[in-house]
C-alpha cells in the first residue's frame, strides 16, 4: 500500500509515524506528504517527528503535484473535521485515482448533514474507481461500529445504549482543552453558546447505528452538559479546582415516537475514574459489552485510520461508512 | 429478501422461526424449505415448531425443485458441519442462483482442511455470481469476528487471546450431550480418542483470525480435556455428580517461532460459575473487550446466520468468510 499522508497536524504526525513504523513488514509505504503550513512545506517529514528520522518524503503544498508524481493507493486525509471546508480536497484526491480514508468527523455519516456534498463525493469516487470513507474513533468505531457488531448475534434488538467515559486527563492537550478541562461553568455556558462546542461526531454515530438497524428514527435530542469537577485534578497540562469544569457530559437519544431507541451517553473529563467503552443491546440475546479501561482515544484514532487502508483499498467504488467495510483488523503489525 | 432453509434439524427450525417472526417487518420472507427428513416431508413448516402456525410453505426434500420453483435471495443453509459431505448442496445453491449463509463450521475457513472444495466453492459461486459464506456464533463470531474487531483500533498488535466460558447446563440438549455432561472422565478419553469429540470450528477460528492480522503462523496446538465438575449440577436434561464430567476445555494456540501469538481457550460445561466472552489484544493501545454473561450461544447462532442474509445478498460473488463481510448487525429487527 503506497500511502500520501494529507495534512500533517498532531493527528497527521502520529499518522506518518505510525506508517513509517509499519514499513518494515513490506505491507505498507510513505510515499507522499501534503501540508499548507510554511514552516512545514520543503521539509523531510521525518525531521518534523518528535524522534526526528531521515525519510526522503519532503513536505508540498502541491497536492495535485504530490498524487500525480507518485503511485499511491491511499490517501490518509486528516486536515478538517468539517465537510464543507475539504471537499474539494476529497475531489482531488479522486481524480488522481487514490481511495481516501479520512478522519473529517462529518464524513463519517454525511447523508444528514451534507446530503449533497455526500451525493457529489459518492459521484465522483464512482466515476474515478476510488472508495472515500471517514474513519476514527469516535466517530468511526467506539460508538458506532463496536455497537452496531454487538447487535450482529442478536434476532431481536429492541434499544441500544453506548456509553463511553474518557478520562480526558490522560489525554494529549489539545482534547483536554477542546473538552474545557480548568474552565467555569459561566465560560463553558458561553462555549456551548456558540454551537461549536462539544464533541463532533455524535450525531453521525447515532445515523451510522440506525441506519445500520434499518431504523427509521422519528427525532433526536442532543445535550451538552459540564462535568464539574468534585476534586482538584493536575494533569501534565491543566489544573483543574474542585467545583470547576473538568470536561463535558454529551449525549443523543434517537427515538421512534416516544421511545428512545438509541442512547449515546459520551463523558470526557478530566479525573474520570472509570474510563471504559460500553454497549448494551436489549434484544435476544442481550448483549452486554465493555471494553475495560476504555479504548485510549489519541492512539485508537491513528489506529482505526491505518488499519482502513487496505479496507478502503479492496472496496467497491465509491463513498462509504466504516460499517459497509469489511470487519475492522489491525493492519501490518508484527506478531511477538 | 426471499429465503429458503435448507436443513430443518433442531437449528434450521430455530432458524425458520425466526425468519417467520421477522416477517412482519416486510424485510424478510421465507419462500421455501428443503429437509430430507421423510416425517417432515409434505407438511407445512410451520406446523412442525413448537408453536404451530401455518405458512403455507411446504417441505420438499426435491432441493432443485424449489430452487427452481421459487424467487430466492439467501439460502439459510443448516444440514452439516463438515464440508465434503454438502458440498453438493452449495454447488446446487448456486447454480439456482442464490446466495447461501450456512451453519457449516468447516466453511467458516474452508481453506486450510479443505482446500481444493474451497477452491471449487469459489469457482463455482462466481461463475454464477453469488456469495457463499459459513457463520455462526462460534466458529463466525464470539473467537474470531469479535477478536478482529477488538484488533481494529490498535496500531500495533503482539498477540492476541480470546476465550469463552458458556454454562452449558443453560443450552440446549444436543449442546449438554456433545460436552459430554455427567459422563465419566473414561468416557472422556474414549470419545476423545475417536477424533470426533469437542468444539468443531476453533482451529477455523484460529486460522480467520490470523489471516485478519496477517500473520503467517508456523504451527498450532490444541488441547482438549475434560472438565471435572467440582459440585452436584442438575440442569433439565442432565445430573451430573462431583467428580463427574461437566464438560469441556478446548483451546488451541497459534505460533509463530516459539511464540503462542494468539490463543482460544473455550470451556463450555454445566455449572458455570462466570460465563464471558473476552478477547484481549497485547498492543498499543491494549484492548480488554468482554461480554458479561457471555454470548448465548443457542439464540446467537440463529442470529449470525439470519444477519448475514443481507449481508451475503450485497457482497461481490465468491467463497467469503464472515471476517471480508461488512461489520455485522442486526437485521429486520424492530425497535420499541
Known amino acids: 500500500m503506497n500511502v500520501v499522508q494529507f495534512g500533517i497536524g498532531p493527528i497527521g504526525l502520529e499518522s506518518v509515524k505510525t506508517i513509517l513504523q509499519k514499513q518494515s513488514t513490506g505491507k505498507i509505504r510513505l510515499v507522499g506528504v501534503i501540508d499548507i503550513d510554511p514552516n512545514k512545506i520543503g521539509k523531510d517529514v521525518g525531521h518534523l517527528l518528535a524522534e526526528p528520522v531521515d525519510t526522503g518524503v519532503i513536505v508540498s503544498s502541491d497536492a495535485a503535484a504530490v498524487l500525480e508524481s507518485v503511485d499511491v493507493d491511499v490517501v490518509v486525509h486528516t486536515t478538517s473535521s468539517f465537510l ?45 474507481g476510488v472508495t472515500i470513507v471517514g474513519t476514527g474513533v469516535n466517530p468511526g468505531y467506539a460508538m458506532d461500529v463496536l455497537a452496531l457488531t454487538a447487535t ?8 441500544v445504549r453506548i456509553s463511553r467515559v474518557v478520562d480526558a486527563g490522560k489525554r494529549r492537550k489539545p482534547l483536554q482543552a477542546k473538552v474545557g478541562a480548568g474552565i467555569s461553568a459561566e465560560e463553558f455556558a458561553e462555549k456551548k453558546a456558540t454551537g461549536k462546542f462539544g464533541h463532533i461526531g455524535l450525531r ?26 468534585t476534586k482538584k485534578v493536575i494533569t501534565p497540562y491543566f489544573t483543574v479546582e474542585e467545583g470547576a469544569v473538568a470536561g463535558i457530559h ?7 415516537g416516544s421511545d428512545a431507541v438509541i442512547t449515546l451517553d459520551l463523558q470526557m473529563y478530566v ?7 460500553a454497549v448494551f443491546v436489549e434484544g435476544t440475546p442481550p448483549i452486554d459489552l465493555i471494553v475495560r479501561g476504555g479504548i485510549f482515544g489519541d492512539t485508537a484514532t491513528i489506529a482505526a485510520l491505518v488499519n482502513a487502508i487496505p479496507l478502503a483499498a479492496s472496496s467497491d467504488p465509491g463513498l462509504k461508512t466504516v460499517k459497509d467495510l469489511p470487519v475492522p483488523r489491525a493492519f501490518a503489525t508484527v506478531p511477538q
Open 204 to 229: 453521525e454515530s447515532l445515523l451510522m447505528v440506525a441506519d445500520g438497524l434499518g431504523w427509521e428514527l422519528t427525532s433526536a435530542e442532543e445535550n451538552l452538559d459540564p462535568v464539574i469537577s
Open 271 to 277: 479525573g474520570a475514574d472509570d474510563p471504559h467503552d
Open 84 to 128: 464543507d471546508s475539504m471537499y474539494d480536497q476529497l475531489v482531488l484526491c479522486a481524480e488522481k485515482g487514490a481511495n481516501v480514508v479520512s478522519s473529517t468527523e462529518e464524513l463519517s455519516y454525511p447523508y444528514e448533514r451534507h446530503p449533497q456534498i455526500a451525493e457529489k463525493i459518492d459521484a465522483v469516487a464512482k466515476r474515478y
Open 250 to 256: 454529551h449525549s443523543i437519544k434517537g427515538f421512534v
Open 152 to 159: 450482529g448475534v442478536s434476532t431481536d434488538v429492541h434499544r
